[in-house]
């Protein structure tokens, strides 16, 4: 017994207050500025951005994820401090109470996380197929494509889907453009509000293809054509980044791309390819082709390892003992 | 002894447990990164003169049979085992490459390509072992080395968009007599002495530059050994106040 109640209270039952009321009062108070914080002052700056159709589906699902995320962290975090501030014993008291169960607060917790965790299901599944596979390689037969139409060449303001071979090997990022009579390029432009299929595939090891405000990464694999979609939505410069550990130099095998106007893309597009084929660059090109093996120049029609004596063994550029040449 | 003696005593342990691994570390890390000498390079006339050749091998005890870069002090006219070179910043920087090593072809053709030379282009002369100029300054911006086989390295600065295919003796030549023994020099072997010229930065920084051919003898798709070790197929280019 407490100094200050009086006998005649210590006799009278103690009316409890009501904790769930309570508690959902505190919770919604705290959650709802939050979640508008989060939709209206966070979500523009979340990661990221909205540069591409792919990144605003990101940037959106981010946001959704942390709305529905924020209450249940107040939950949590406001019944442990609830529990500690109310409940705590106060002084030697003996044992609580026993609990045997409560039906309601069981239902609601049951209910509650089934329907959150099957909101976040539905919601994941609506939000891979609307961008046609979230910005991520789907491999060389992609489940959900882009609304578009694949061509031998591409039109400013049509509805052809513009494909970029992405080719990484150690330790640089290269850019071909089949549509453009298959030229390359170490620049990757891409046209504002035209789709675009990324088909990665790499050289030499693993490495992986990341635009980052693009919302696109996508693995780059020896002999693998892994497709990406997305579509830009705002022209600005963007970074591409190895996002593989690939060799000492992975760290910097980074470079920049654009998003510029149909229109200029175009223009730039065609200049190159008038460049190279001018120089003899597009001669001396392989032919376009999803992958590559590059044991082999397609032009002699041989494997490396029989050209000019150079030694090698299969699955290897050079043998694994030294080369007689070089 | 009392807790807190104890704690003392555990405290100072740790201190020097953690003491000797910084100090391991900084020392070999120190080490690995000093081992190399810099070659500095001075400008004269607002431009500077960057020497370099490539070997088929190399003058180490531990690797000699490594393909690697060698650079030539401009002062001693030494060629040092070493891919570490500062030029001034916002300066014409011109390079020649004597190419001592046989052709090998680029396991991505498209940097047969000559890019980010003032130009596009290089300047290639080739001679066999006998001194014999075969090829005379050829300006060109593409130097297949599928059809033709007569690149040997690349020498690209990715971040400048520098891509540089060196040019290499001939097939017959690189099969037959290349240079044996490090540093080469062009008496008695075949060799291709590669210009060209590019600007350096306008602003200070340290920028790697690499080999593009995947020469790593011996390496799982030759890309490791040499193509990945600071003093053989890759370096860096220092750029310094002017």
New interface residues.
Partial sequence: MSSTETPAAAGAPRTEPRHGWRLFVIWFVLSLPSVLIIWFVWKPHMPPGDMSSSAQHQQFDIAVLAVTGAPVVIGVVLYFIYAIVVWRAKGDEGDGEPIYGNTKVQATWIIGTSAIVLWLAVFGTIELIGPAGAGAGEGPSPIWTLAGKQSATWTPGSDDILEVQV?G????W?YRYPQFGGM?S?ELMLPEGMPVAFHVTS???IHSFWAYQLGVKADANPGVDNVAFTTPKAMGSFTVRCNELC???HG?MY?YGQVVSPTSFQTWASGVQAK?QA???LA???PFSLTYD?TV?P??GKN?VT????TGAAG??????????? | MSVAARAAALGAAFLVVVGVGIFVAVYYIGAATTQLPIVHYSASGGQVSVVLQEDPQNNTATTPDWVSYYTQDPVSKQWLHTTLFSVPENTKVNVTIYGYDGCTPLRNNYFSQVQGTMGGTVTVSQFDQHGKEYVTNDTTSVINSWSDCNVGHTFAIPAMGIFVPVASPNAQLSANNLCSSSPCTTSGNPYAVETFSFMSPSHTGTWRWQCLVPCGGGYLDGNSGPMQTLGWMMGEMDVVSS
């Fill in positions: 080719i090997q150690q330790w640089v290269t390359e170490t050289l030499d090891v060799g000492i130099w910097a470079n190279e120089d003899g660059v001396a090109l392989p590059p120049i032009q002699l490396i050209v000019d004596g150079i290897y550029y050079y043998g694994p003992g030294n080369p007689v040449t070089p």
